[in-house]
């Protein structure tokens, strides 16, 4: 049984249901015993289209933040409660998102990369067609790795391509061997998984298998409700029975303290 999920948005990402404390006593109920909040951040240097219905505004910041330490703190003879946010990596803006957070006392970010570039509009990952792109998108998601400042990588296999061409999985072990050399654990994603989304994909956990990735499941809840979900936990432990992967249960949530801790 999952006992903890690191991978849980709030209602300000703008397209997840529920008030923050019902995630809580769902999770409580479902024995979870360590939750991480990690809604969509937002992005200085992004406006308009950005936001729409995709990502916390940057004004819901400060209110995302006092609700889930106060919630911590309620709750904490129950359930271990941790503060982080899903975030995309944009070179040109990354420094600026970074200073922007410090003061907040976010305690980790999962990286979750939905764009192959730092354009607002530009391809959605699952509908990136060629290998050009999707290339381009598997080498910025390997720069925000080495960056050294996120617990793990959300749903890695959400980039399109057709997966039976060679180079979907010359790409996927690419993206695979630099997770591993940097010791970042992979996602198996849940909301893919029980909506039959294009990810998880099994050939790049196939792959994942024979590299030897560590694996974190991750319920993406976008609903209180998905903590009870028994059916997709259960799919996803036969993926990971037939390539033979390593699951983690814990994170390490700390590399984004220790990065402002060494900058002081």
Known sequence: MLKANYHTHTFRCMHAAGEDREYVEAAIKAGIRVLGCSDHTPYVGFDGDYYSGFRMRPEALEDYVNSVNSLKEE????IEIHLGLEAEYYPRLFEGFLRFIEPYGIEYLILGQHFPDSDQYGCYAPYINDAETAEKYVNQCIEAMETGLFSYVAHPDIFGLDRSLPQFLELSEKYCRAAKALDIPLELNFLGLSQNR????EEFFAVAGKVGNKIIYGR?????????????????????????????????????????????
């Not at 709750?75 to 129950?78: C, F, Q, S, V």
């Open 220 to 264: 993406d809840a976008h609903n209180p409700n998905v903590f009870f979900d028994r059916e997709t936990e259960e799919r996803a432990d036969e993926v990971l029975k037939k390539y033979s992967l390593e699951r983690m249960e814990n994170i390490d949530i700390t590399r984004l303290s220790r990065y402002f801790s060494g900058k002081k």
């Open 198 to 201: 294009l990810y998880p994909c």
């Open 75 to 78: 709750y904490k003879d129950r």
